[in-house]
């Protein structure tokens, strides 16, 4: 099969298109070398798969456990495990995120399907994490290895579901290190005030989005895209008219590993009388996890 593949790379920074591989029929070793292409160029688009939800699921089904959406149900008939995003009715993710980072364990991989997309406009953007990472000054860099962060689904109106994840977490099979924030989920650096935080934290999430760790696609009907969340974040550019419809499969994570937080998580001095509201979600989260310890 290998030698009918053919590679063609969109961008420096990430991405890259497969074509002569038909998705329906995928087994172990088409799995395996879909696996490869993905440490390798972190997105995969694959033009002219026209998957019934029954090959989606099980395509999915060859990288782990796939999962429901903890909060969107959008279902396709009967598959639970389908997520569909339409944009008639406010489903376009048009803010930076990878996916599910607000769970302990997010998302590993996701493999959209585009269903309808408008004749211009609706393009998807993926940043790599890595080069994100990889670019900062070496202080810098050593700062952020020093931190953890705190993302919630605020953006699901669940901001009581949050988790602190390291703030560079090291991919588990590229060993590469990653900025692990985004701007829709991540909300707070955990060892700095809110105020220091918000600094460094709007800082960083500008820079995870700089144009030149991105990559930008134009979709055609019945591509099907592959990225890995534990190194990439992605957005739609929300700037189409029409309908725009995508249906996703998830495939589950582990815990994100890291250099554990060098200083402990940031409490305002002067006990509870001086207690800012920004820091509110930070003191939750931490009763929340002394309460089960
Ligand atoms: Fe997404």
């Known amino acids: 099969m290998e030698n009918r593949v053919e590679i063609k790379r969109l961008a420096s920074a990430l991405g890259a298109e ?8 995928v087994g172990p070793d088409e799995a395996r070398q879909i696996e490869g292409w993905l440490r390798e160029y972190h997105v995969v688009f694959f033009p002219d798969q026209p ?5 989606h699921i099980a395509l999915g089904e060859h990288f782990g456990e796939l999962q429901a959406h903890p909060h969107l149900v959008n279902m396709v008939g009967e598959h639970e495990k389908i997520l569909e995003l339409h944009s008639g009715r406010g489903g376009v993710a048009d803010e930076w995120h990878s996916d599910l980072s607000f769970l302990p364990e997010p998302a590993l991989v996701s493999i959209l399907k585009m269903v309808k997309c408008p004749e211009v406009g609706g393009d998807t953007l993926w940043a790599n994490l890595c080069l994100a990472f990889e670019a900062l000054s070496d202080p810098l860099r ?12 605020e953006p699901h109106g669940r901001p009581e579901v949050m988790t602190v994840h390291p703030m560079v977490r090291v ?3 590229t060993g590469r290190k990653v900025l692990f924030v985004n701007e829709h989920f991540t909300r707070r650096i955990v060892e700095l005030s809110a105020n220091e935080s918000a600094l460094l934290l709007g800082y960083l999430k500008t820079w995870v989005a700089s144009p030149r760790f991105c990559v930008r696609y134009r979709w055609e009907q019945d591509t099907v895209a592959m990225w890995d969340n534990r190194c990439t974040q992605h ?12 249906q996703r499969v998830t ?11 060098r ?11 001086d207690t800012s509201r920004h820091d509110r979600m930070l003191r939750k989260y931490l009763r929340g996890v002394a309460g089960e310890n």
């Not at 497969?18 to 029929?25: F, M």
């Not at 998957?51 to 090959?55: A, G, H, P, Y």
């Not at 050593?142 to 689904?153: K, Q, T």
């Open 18 to 25: 497969v074509r002569g591989l038909d998705l329906a029929e």
């Open 51 to 55: 998957l019934t939800s029954d090959q």
């Open 142 to 153: 050593d700062l952020c290895e020093g931190f953890s962060a705190l993302h919630n689904a």
């Open 171 to 173: 991919h588990p099979e």
């Open 235 to 246: 957005m739609v550019l929300n700037d189409f008219e029409g309908e725009r419809v995508i």
């Open 251 to 261: 495939v589950m994570g582990d815990k994100p590993q890291g250099a554990p937080p």
């Open 263 to 273: 200083w402990e998580p940031y409490v305002r001095p002067g006990g509870r009388s």
